[in-house]
T-cell receptor, first 112, second 115 residues
Framework: GNSVTQMEGPVTLSEEAFLTINCTYT??????LFWYVQYPGEGLQLLLK?????DKGSNKGFEATYRKETTSFHLEKGSVQVSDSAVYFC???????????FGAGTTVTVRA | GAGVSQTPSNKVTEKGKYVELRCDPI?????LYWYRQSLGQGPEFLIY????????DSGLPNDRFFAVRPEGSVSTLKIQRTERGDSAVYLC?????????????FGDGTRLSIL
């Protein structure tokens, strides 16, 4: 079956630090990969996506590259801000499928 | 707004009661999904609708759970004889059409607490 494993949190950083959240996956087919974010008091929002190998998704200074050889989709941001404090979820949807399989989420807190 | 709307935002009820959770998807979105998120976990798939029909209900945990979408828009998730283990945030999402590369747009969820 499909599954997503992401780095356990919580992660606490200082402003302007570099952030990496690791995500690896197993899938029976050729999945599309997503990062969703949940800001405090808000619903899940799509942050970025990639649909094929070597694609790079990017948004709001965040980037993630679809690595088929390592079955990974790590999220990175070069300089975090306090407003990036949130829970981040890695997810996949397998080819020919539609439902999302999520990781457990990583809580990130950025301190001023 | 034009996002996915879920009501109520919070529901507290006693064990054994019946509950209905409502989802109003983004206008024009044909695909609708229900997920359940327990504390500290990622959302888990429950059921998927394409139009009026349930295309995949493999995630429903047992026959106490049922969902409908009679006119292909609003959906209702129904839980009979609720148990304390049903306590969770129930999320609804919609997308313009089905497909693995289609991003899903989520509502804020209904927080269900069974006493």
């Amino acid at each position: 079956g499909n599954s997503v494993t992401q780095m356990e949190g919580p992660v606490t950083l200082s402003e302007e630090a570099f952030l990496t959240i690791n995500c690896t996956y197993t899938a029976t087919g050729y999945p599309s990969l997503f990062w969703y974010v949940q800001y405090p008091g808000e619903g899940l929002q799509l942050l970025l996506k990639a649909t094929k190998a070597d694609d790079k998704g990017s948004n709001k200074g965040f980037e993630a590259t679809y690595r088929k050889e390592t079955t990974s989709f790590h999220l990175e941001k070069g300089s975090v801000q306090v407003s990036d404090s949130a829970v981040y979820f890695c997810a996949l949807s397998d080819l020919g499928d539609y439902k999302l399989s999520f990781g457990a989420g990583t809580t990130v807190t950025v301190r001023a | 707004g034009a996002g996915v709307s879920q009501t109520p935002s919070n529901k507290v009820t006693e064990k054994g009661k019946y509950v209905e959770l409502r989802c109003d998807p983004i206008s024009g979105h044909t695909a609708l999904y229900w997920y359940r998120q327990s504390l500290g976990q990622g959302p888990e798939f429950l059921i998927y609708f394409q139009g009026t029909g349930a295309a995949d209900d493999s995630g429903l945990p047992n026959d106490r759970f049922f969902a409908v979408r009679p006119e292909g828009s609003v959906s209702t998730l129904k839980i009979q004889r609720t148990e304390r283990g049903d306590s969770a945030v129930y999320l609804c999402a919609s997308s313009p059409q089905q497909g693995s590369n289609q991003p899903q747009h989520f509502g804020d969820g209904t927080r269900l607490s069974i006493l």
